[in-house]
């Protein structure tokens, strides 16, 4: 959002922001923690990935660019350690598959597969090297063999025995394989072998190592394939260029049968299977499919993975992705995805949001102001609009006004009173144009592309005037407004803090600079939450002479604009709504995230999530709380509190060393269940066995068993159960 209101700023005029009216319906919560979500990524990533396998406690992966074998210790997923990184074996050659068999990794090149022992996975040694007159794009490897789909379409198989001389053994021709060099190109499941090829899968009998032979061939010729991935009898291939799903019976290899046939919304490169779920991971992030009923499967969402994602695998109840970026790690505790948004399409594309009571006001570029109604049962639905030439790019409401920041003409004043027939009665020009508004009382804050703050008496609505004006430095610039503080950002300047006490003459107090580009700010209780292209800042401006970074969370998408609600905070990225709990500031918590269309750019936080996209408005639900409730922006008066959410489960601090708080509420008496289990499912502890009054409860695990003693660092699972429901959460221990 490119300006907005604080807390503080409307506590002191009530009049600047009304919570939004909401249907009945409206208070119902969606808990964004229970779906798929990225928990761990390398911290430094080094190389580029494009394939990976998981054994044990390690993920082994091949480096593209920079070729070679990487390491990683994912004995703690959330927070995944580089052990050992070989670099290009040859000095030239990229990797492009992997393939482990015991102590032995196998590594596909350009122009040879290399052999390392890996029993000692912090020390790989190099043993062997075959060489080929033909790129390796995948590799397999089990019981001392290793098959290697070759261009050319060339299966090769090679003897292991001898790790440090791998003899060919065989070969056979006529086998396609897919010359993208990416994504799961070929999948070993018992005696057969799955080739990924430009035309399909072909299906070749390993039986015999020595003497592969083709047993039958899914045919995919007008699109081809790009990963496969085998689960029990059944196939389940994406192709990319048409994006869909193919899900195929193979029990009978000669004879394929396919099932199903299901189109996503975005291509993938890689295929895992997970218990009833298929997770189709490519350019746009992961796709998540329902195939409990394998000839009736079911989308269910996407969650966004920034880099391009090639190589994937499922262990223990998480996901593992091989990214231009690194390594990846995704949480299937809860194997779904949050709901797609409710989509209300304007005719250009959504850049700032405002709102009064019952209604949402929309910034569309050069289709103008766009006015839609939030209380309609049916979702927000457009009742009127203002154009007149212009080209708005930010927008603040107050009362009957609306002001619009022109991005040719500066500052639009225009009547609401009637939403069906909106009139600007008021304009002020200015140099260049204006970026964003912001309203508080008979002031409003306006940036321009000078890099200029510009203060503006409202009072008179036909007739806006300067009064104060400071070079904040800051091309593009948000401001977020609390109290006698405006605080500016914009590009690579940082956040800078002004003194607007005296709105004649704004003066530059402090200043940081933390992050690299930062787009948005909002301001709550001494505390600014900026967005910035790499993720959030948390920044501490109790101070404003002396502001300091309290937490940095780095996040797949670009950061556009953030919105702060009580102790939630929702960042918006181009590509999704990500919900951090900032209970503790210095340690944001990512809840969840929302998938939404595209070009995120901004959000208001009130009944419902409200997002600038551009295809419009989209809308969601809030994420659960004890109470949830709703304010403007980034700041505001609370509205009158939902009641509690049954069963509304929270753990705080989350990591944590060495307690952890387990807080619920109840609309009941009942008897209550809480108890703390590992990834395997296996009990640690109960915290708490018996019946319990309605109301909110709060209970403490210290982070030790049933015998007393410390739980090893890692991820662990709270479960409340009643006769009713239950409910999980993940929870961190750091030691």
Known sequence: MRMRLTRAALAAAALAAVALAAPAAAQNCVDYAMQVQVVGREPTPAVALVDLVVVGTHVYAAGFMEAGLEILDIADPVQPTVVATTGDPSGSSPAWSIAVDGGLACVGGDTALYVFDVADSAAPVLLGVAPLDAVAWSVEARGGVAWVMASGDSLLVFDLGEPTAPARIGALGGVPVASNG???????????????GDAGVTIVDVATP?????????????????????AGDLLYAVTRWNATLHIVDVAVPGAPLVLADLVLPRSGETVVVDGGRVYVAGCCGVEIIDVTTPSAPVYLGNVLIAPDTYGAA????????????????????YPDAAAAPAVVPLPRAARDLAAAPGLIYVADLSSGLRILDAASPDGPAEVGAYADGSYAVGVAARGSLVYVADSTRGLDVVDVRDPAVPQRIGNLQLGGGAVSVVAVGDLAYVTTPQMNLTVVDVSIPAAPAVVGTLGAGLSGGAVAVAGDLAFVVGGAGGLRIVDVADPAAPALVGSIVPGTFLRDVAVAGGIAYAADMAGLYVLDVHDPVAPEV???RPTEGIGEAVAVVEDRVCLVTLDDVIVFDVADPGNPIPIGALRISSGGRDV???????????LGLESAPLQCTDSVASTIGGGGEPS??????TFALDVRPNPFNPRAEIGFALDRPEAVRVTIHDLRGRLVRVVADGRLAAGPHRLIWDGRDASGRAAGAGVYMVHLATARSVLSRKLTLLR
Do not use: K, N, Q
């Open 182 to 196: 990416f994504g799961d190109t070929s999948v070993l499941a018992g005696d057969r072998l799955f080739v990924v």
């Open 210 to 230: 020595s003497a592969p032979t083709v047993a039958g061939v899914v045919p995919m010729v007008a699109y081809g394939a790009a990963g496969v991935a085998v």
């Open 314 to 333: 499922a262990s223990d109840g998480f996901l593992y992705l091989a990214t231009l970026s690194g390594l990846r790690v995704c949480d299937l505790t």
């Open 550 to 552: 309290l937490a940095f």
């Open 604 to 614: 208001l936080v009130g009944d419902r999530i409200h997002v600038a996209t551009s």
């Open 640 to 645: 009158a509190e939902v009641p509690p959410v």
